[in-house]
C-alpha cells in the first residue's frame, strides 16, 4: 500500500510535465501569429468589407467572405480599433491612437490617446447590413443578416479552434491534476 503512493504521484507528476509542455508548445504556436486564438474585434467600413482585428495583423475580407488584403496594426502591444466613418481605421494601443487608411498606410499618431473604440458583438455597416459576432463552443465568427437570412463571412480556421479547445482543456486538466495530487499528498501524510 505504501508504494501505490509513491507511484501514483509519480505519474501525477509526469501528466503535469506533459500537460504544461503541450501549453508552452501551443503558447509559442500562438506567439508566432501562426494561430489566432483571441480577436481584437471586428469592424466594417463603407463597401461593408470585415475587418478582423488579430493579435498582430488586420485581415480584410469582401462581405462575400473572399480575402482581400492584411495590414500591420501598426503596434506590438494589445489594441482595440474600429473602422470610423467607414473612410478610417482608428487603432488604440492605450497610449497612442493611429488613424490609418483603409489599407493599413498611417494618416496620423495621437501621443495620450483616449479610447473611442467601441467593439460590439452587432454592428450595423452605412448600407444598412447587420453583422453580429458569435462564439459557438469558442469559435468565433461573424455573419451577415440581410433579408431574412443569416449568411456567415468569417469563421474561426480549424486549427486556431483545435488549438482554442486544447488550450482551454489543457487549462482544466492541469488544475483538476493539481487538486488531485494536493488530496493525495495530504491523504499520505495523514497515513504516516
Do not use: H
Not at 509519480?10 to 501551443?26: P, Y
Not at 503558447?27 to 482585428?53: A, K
Not at 458583438?121 to 447590413?129: A, D, I, L, Q, Y
Request: net charge positive; charged share 20%.
Amino acid at each position: 500500500m505504501k508504494g501505490m503512493f509513491f507511484i501514483f504521484p509519480k505519474r501525477m507528476t509526469v501528466a503535469i510535465v506533459t500537460v504544461i509542455l503541450l501549453k508552452t508548445i501551443m503558447f509559442f504556436v500562438v506567439l508566432s501569429g501562426y494561430v489566432c486564438i483571441d480577436y481584437r474585434g471586428f469592424s466594417i467600413d463603407n463597401e461593408d468589407n470585415l475587418y478582423v482585428g488579430m493579435p498582430s495583423v488586420i485581415k480584410v475580407y469582401s462581405a462575400e467572405g473572399e480575402f482581400l488584403r492584411s495590414f500591420s496594426p501598426k503596434t506590438s502591444r494589445g489594441y482595440s480599433f474600429m473602422v470610423e466613418g467607414g473612410e478610417k481605421v482608428l487603432i488604440d494601443t492605450g497610449n497612442k491612437l493611429f488613424i490609418l487608411d483603409l489599407y493599413g498606410n498611417v494618416l496620423n499618431e495621437i501621443e495620450d490617446s483616449y479610447s473611442r473604440i467601441n467593439n460590439s458583438n452587432k454592428f450595423v455597416s452605412n448600407s444598412g447590413n447587420k453583422y453580429v459576432v458569435n462564439n459557438c463552443i469558442f469559435r468565433t465568427s461573424v455573419s451577415l443578416l440581410r433579408d431574412g437570412s443569416k449568411r456567415t463571412i468569417f469563421k474561426m480556421p480549424a486549427l486556431d479552434y483545435i488549438i482554442k479547445l486544447l488550450d482551454w482543456i489543457s487549462d482544466i486538466v492541469l488544475i483538476v491534476l493539481v487538486v488531485i495530487m494536493i488530496i493525495s499528498f495530504r491523504a499520505f501524510n495523514r497515513k504516516q
